[in-house]
């Protein structure tokens, strides 16, 4: 994939789906296989103005060892440097980009009642907090090809050529082709325009009826 392509992914990401501001600071979560690509994000971030970018990286072989070798316990502690950052968070509201792309079953094997009760025992820890920044930032979920995802997704071809294919149809559906950000702009406009006729029709619910005995009634 061209890098002129993937910037303006990585400009798109930042701009639009981030919309970083001027001397705004800066979070992205990425895992290490895709360390080139959150190169780009970063710099689009300095250029877009950003006063700091920080990058959280993750593994997913590393976190399989952390849940295979830790205690519920261990895995469970709220260590003192983890509620500062989460501290620090709350107080700079940094925009948050979260780039996926780890094979989705890259956790498969690992204890799920062990995962399961770790969670359980970090939320009263943390709830606080994430109650403290909800809706008050902004933040972006996109997607970037990681190999073993790229295969399963693409079983039938070698993995430069699945990793190719999954890069093509996460450009296309995220409207790189041509000037995304106008692309993106030009959507937004449509969706609003659609949402204004929606609501003026003022409806109260919505009724589904179909042959095979299907007579759903949902409100609005």
């Known amino acids: 994939m061209r890098e002129s392509t993937l910037r303006k992914y990585a400009k798109l990401i930042v701009k639009v789906g981030a919309n970083v501001k001027k001397k705004q600071k800066v979070v992205v979560r990425a895992d290490l296989e895709i360390a080139d690509f959150v190169l780009l994000v970063v710099e689009e971030a300095y250029k877009a ?8 990286w993750s593994n997913q072989e590393l976190s399989k060892l952390h849940y295979n070798y830790q205690s519920e316990e ?7 440097w983890e509620e500062e950052k989460l501290k620090q968070k709350v107080k700079d509201l940094p925009a948050m980009i979260h780039l996926v792309s780890q094979d989705p079953d890259g956790l498969k094997g690992i204890d799920q009642e062990k995962v399961k009760k770790v969670r359980m025992n970090m939320y009263p820890k943390t709830k606080k907090y ?12 996109a997607a970037v090809p990681g190999k073993l995802w790229a295969k399963k997704v693409f079983p039938d071809v070698n993995e430069k050529k699945a990793m190719a294919l999954l890069w093509d149809a996460i450009l296309d559906a995220s ?13 937004n ?32």
């Open 49 to 56: 103005g950003a006063a700091q970018v920080t990058v959280d």
């Open 74 to 80: 261990s895995l469970s502690e709220f260590l003192p």
């Open 130 to 141: 994430v109650d403290e920044m909800d809706n008050k930032y902004q933040w972006v979920i």
């Open 175 to 187: 409207r790189v082709k041509g000037n995304p950000i106008k692309n993106w702009k030009e959507h």
């Open 189 to 220: 406009e449509r969706l609003l325009q659609k949402c204004q006729i929606l609501n003026n029709y003022n409806f109260k619910y919505l009724k589904y009826k179909a042959s095979n005995g299907t007579d759903l009634k949902i409100g609005l």
